[in-house]
């Protein structure tokens, strides 16, 4: 269990720290209206995510019996997060445009997270084949891996929210690349994980 709450702690602070619709949203809430609108936004994840973990969970499911298949999303999934480890390597910085922010906010962060690609990708090649993994094994290792994902993701946008509001420029300030550049280590090791797994899986590498 140890392991999958330890994957779902740095993939949730990844997701939650990153650039993307969503914390732009959570920033401009927040410095347009107050903190309460930003923290409503960063909450928007548990309105739309379930019914996407139900469906790449149900899709998942019925593939487990093909190892070839579950090696090639292994492998997306180990790029996916690759590539994430270098975006956050590279980050220099958030600048975002808050004066057109209008209120509303908890339904702005739904539709905005509903609607951005980011979550369909990371269920299907990351989350869900994790999930099932931990299901497989028994235990409490499912539950801890989702649950640290949601309680760290939304909580650095959260923590994030509240940085903003007390400084305009902490996105662009030297500890946000700081925290940035260590996640985008730490995302590469995992990647490579995930690659020697799909490999495993596809019979390439025993």
């Known amino acids: ?21 969503l914390l732009a949203l959570v920033v401009a809430e927040t410095l347009r209206h107050d903190l309460a609108a930003g923290i409503r936004v ?16 149900v899709v998942l499911s019925r593939l487990t019996q093909f190892d070839g298949v579950l090696g090639a999303i292994s492998l997306v999934g180990g790029v ?14 958030v600048a975002i445009d ?4 209008q209120p509303r906010s908890l339904l702005k962060g739904v539709l905005v997270n509903f609607a951005s690609p980011h979550p ?9 084949p994790l999930t099932l993994r931990a ?10 891996f989702i649950g640290s994902f949601y309680l760290f993701l939304i909580g650095a946008k959260v923590l994030l929210a509240v940085l903003v509001a007390r400084s305009r420029n902490f996105l662009s300030g030297k500890v946000y690349i700081y925290i940035m550049r260590c996640l985008g280590l730490l995302l590469m090791g995992f990647a490579l994980v995930l690659l020697c797994d ?9």
């Open 120 to 128: 369909y990708l990371f269920w299907f090649g990351v989350g869900a």
């Open 1 to 21: 269990m140890t392991d999958f709450l330890t994957t779902g702690t740095l993939l949730g602070l990844s997701a939650g720290f990153a650039p993307g619709p």
């Open 198 to 206: 799909g490999l495993r899986l596809l019979g390439v590498w025993a």
């Open 98 to 101: 808050w004066r057109e922010a």
């Open 135 to 144: 299901y497989a094994q028994g235990g409490y290792g499912a539950p801890a």
């Open 42 to 57: 960063a909450l928007a994840p548990l309105l739309t995510d379930l019914p996407i973990i139900a469906l790449t969970l």
């Open 80 to 93: 996916l997060v690759f590539w994430l480890g270098i975006t956050s390597m590279r980050s220099c910085g």
